[in-house]
């Protein structure tokens, strides 16, 4: 079992930042890949970047690429979604996902690979 506990999130201005953490107080070494999601109001959820735990490889949404960095502490146990260059279609509430095994980096997008979710964190950009 991997518990998932998302923070960072809050109201910024367009062109603002934050930073997404989420803590994983749990084993790490039950979590090959872990991800980043958003889903924003009446829209479905979707991929937005991803890392894989022991390599630090990444894998991101065209969407938010040279925006958003994904990263993670070992030490920590957390990984991080640091956000630069917000924009109002970023408004969503943000999840952290784990998947238990490294399925190829091309797989990494897929809702369904994921085992375990975090509860959300609301990120709304005002323009």
């Known amino acids: 079992q991997v518990q998932l506990v998302e923070s960072g999130g809050g109201l910024v201005q367009a062109g603002g930042s934050l930073r997404l953490s989420c803590a994983t107080p749990?084993?790490?070494?039950?979590?090959?890949?872990m991800a980043w999601f958003r889903q924003a109001p009446g829209k479905e959820r979707e991929f937005v970047a991803a890392i894989l735990w022991s390599g630090g490889n990444t894998y991101y949404a065209d969407s938010v690429k040279g925006r958003f960095t994904i990263s993670r502490d070992n030490a920590k146990n957390t990984m991080y979604l640091q956000m630069n260059d917000l924009k109002s279609e970023d408004t969503a509430i943000f999840y952290c996902?784990?998947?238990?095994?490294?399925?190829?980096?091309?797989?990494?997008?897929?809702?369904?690979?994921?085992?375990?979710w975090g509860q959300g964190t609301q990120v709304t950009v005002s323009s």
């Open positions: 749990g084993r790490t070494d039950s979590a090959a890949v």
């Open positions: 996902a784990a998947d238990r095994y490294n399925r190829g980096t091309i797989t990494w997008p897929r809702r369904t690979n994921y085992d375990y």
